[in-house]
Every structure is written in C-alpha cells, then in structure tokens.
C-alpha cells in the first residue's frame, strides 16, 4: 500500500476520492457495556503491586466504557464525523478472494497496492450507513451509527489514553480489510471494542487487547497477534493482562478461521467471563490458537448463570508455546456444549481434555 507522502498538518483540507457515503436516518445502538473480567488460570498469581488479576480488573471498572467515569468520557468524546462521499455500500461483507488459506500478512489488513488517503484525527462516525474506505486514519475511530463500514484502510490512534480502543463501536459495523496498528503503544490501549459488528481480514497488532467482543460479534480470517505485554501501567495498575479476543459477557459470538496468537507472556487467544452478564452462543471454530497462560481459558466467574454453558470448540489446530501447554482451561462451573476435532498443529493429534479449576 502507499500513503500521501507528506502527514497533513491538523484542518489541512482532504480529498476523499474513493470513500463513500449513503446515509439512511439516524439512529444509535447502545454498546454492550465494556467491563471487565477476572482472570482464571493454573495458578492465582499477584501482580507487582500487590493485587491478584480479580482485584485489578474490579479496579479498572472505574474507567471502561459505561461506568460514567471522567476517563471514560475523555476515551470516547466527540471529534469531528467523517466527511466522504456517495457511494458504495456497507450491507454486509464482501466477498474477496486474497488467496485463502492461513491468515497472515498477505491475507489481512489492506490489500496491496492500495494508494491511501491520509486522515488526520480523531473521528466520529454517526451517520448510519457510511462507509470509510482506502484511508489511512491517524486519530480514534468512535462509531455510533449504525451500518457503518470501515473498509481497505489502516487505522493508528492518536495520543495516549486512558483506557482506549483505536476503534470503538457503539452501533454496528462491518469492519474489514483493515489494519490496526498504533501509532501510540500503551498499556491502555486495545484495538477494537464492539458488539453487532463483523471484523473480516482485519490484521491487529502491538494492543494489549486485539478484541473486545461483546453480544452479536463475528470474527474471521483474521490475524492477531503480538499484542504488547506491559508490566506496569495497565488501568487500575500493574501489569497488563492481554487476550486476543476477550468476552465478559456476551451472546452469539462467532470466532472462525483465524490465527489467535497474542504472545507467550499474554493471558489467553480468547477469555471468557460473565463480568458484565451471561455469556453462551459462542462458536470457535477452524482456528489456529496459540500462546497465553493457557490457549483457551472460560471462567464462569461474573452475574451470568451457571453453569455457563452454550460454548463450541470445533476443529481448531492448537500450537504448544502456552506457558501452562494447556490448550483449553475451563472453570468448575463451565460445561463445552460441543468439544471435538481439536489437533495439535504440529502432530496432528488430538489436544488432551481441558483442564477444570477455578
């Protein structure tokens, strides 16, 4: 892909040549509320300073999305929306062929060769049915609308906050052939935050969490991967703990056909709570997972019901470098509804039995 040569200074004038824009009404859904979750893993650990996972997730209750905290406040205000053009279409994913197979570089994020036009700022896209596509977007994007689609672009974030998600979606949206990749690092920031969204071919990197999946989320043939470990600094203190997809409560989640690989020293390639309420109608399927304490950890910990159930794990292909080798961890009081055809990636074996504990 390129980009404009020179990064255009604040207000500087742009010409959206290719992006589009329908709008059909106005209308807002509210996002899932954004909690977090406790984590559950072979052995209850604290952190430098002092608190145990549990505890440093309660504390960041303080400052998520749907708390009414100041921080929350600052990480999601209004920026300038969008402005494009007519045309185009955001009703559902393209279909588009990039060759298949494994998510990898090649296969995810902006398809090569794309000329991207620079966007400077944050941005809020509240008109239903817009669609953002071959941008490249040097702010946060805040979805309100609903319908929207981000397509073909790469998507940095600006400067630091306190929690934060480069895109956070309060809507719905339709996310795909996207990059997400932080001009900014920290131990606050995540990639997406979501619900009644499809991420499709999105390459997300250098996060601490790569998804937030809340209720209605479907994730597939994508890659993310090396998520940033920080041993300090994460909200409500201490060391960061990174998921690759993480769910505190949410319904009809759908994870299929990607590579999970969030690093060694992260917490899961997905978590699942019930934090924020019930979580079930949750499908992870023809992946390849790796990395984390273990690969796949489901705690019913949270208000929803037990036992938590409603969970499939269906022919993915998992790697060994978790530190506990566990590939599936579930809690005392969390049932598979279905749990078949799940093969070491190097073997070709089938995976042990999950581990059960809290």
Request: charged share 15%.
């Amino acid at each position: 892909m390129t980009t404009e040569s020179d990064l255009p200074a604040t207000g500087r004038r742009i010409h959206w040549g290719p992006i589009g824009v329908a709008v059909a009404g106005v209308a807002t859904v509210a996002l899932t509320a954004i909690l977090v979750y406790p984590l559950t893993q072979p052995s209850r650990r604290t952190s430098a300073d002092g608190l145990t996972p549990e505890q440093r997730r309660s504390a960041e209750m303080a400052g998520l999305p749907g708390t009414g905290s100041s921080a929350a406040s600052r990480s999601a205000s209004p920026s300038p929306s969008v402005s494009t053009s007519p045309g185009g279409s955001p009703s559902a994913p393209r279909v588009v062929s990039r060759g298949g197979g494994k998510p990898a570089a090649g296969n995810t994020g902006v398809i090569a060769g794309t000329t991207l036009t620079v966007l400077t700022g944050d941005q809020t896209i509240s008109a239903d049915n817009t669609v953002v596509a071959d941008a490249d977007i040097r702010g946060y994007v805040r979805i309100t609308g609903r319908n929207v689609t981000i397509r073909n672009s790469v998507v940095r974030g600006g400067a630091a906050r306190c929690p934060a998600a480069v895109i956070q979606v309060e809507g719905s949206a339709v996310i795909e052939d996207v990059e997400i990749a932080p001009a900014n690092p920290n131990a606050c920031l995540d990639g997406v935050w979501a619900s009644a969204t499809t991420l499709t071919r999105v390459n997300i990197h250098g996060t601490v969490d790569g998804v937030r999946a809340g209720t209605d989320v479907v994730v597939q043939d994508s890659w993310i991967h090396d998520l940033t470990y920080y041993g300090s600094g994460a909200p409500g203190g201490g060391a960061t703990i990174n998921d690759a997809v993480d769910t505190r409560g949410g319904r009809r989640i759908t994870l299929r056909h990607n590579v999970l690989h969030p690093g060694t020293r992260a917490n899961a390639a997905y978590q699942v709570t019930q934090e924020t309420g019930a979580s079930g109608d949750i499908r992870v399927e023809r992946n390849w997972l790796d990395g984390g304490q273990c690969v796949l950890n489901f705690a019913h910990r949270g208000g929803g019901p037990t036992p938590m159930t409603g969970i499939a794990v269906v022919s993915n292909r998992f790697g060994r470098n978790s530190r506990f080798v566990c590939p599936i961890l579930i809690s005392t009081q969390t049932n598979l509804s279905t749990n078949s055809g799940n093969v070491w990636d190097d073997t070709g074996a089938a995976i042990p039995a999950p581990d059960k504990h809290d």
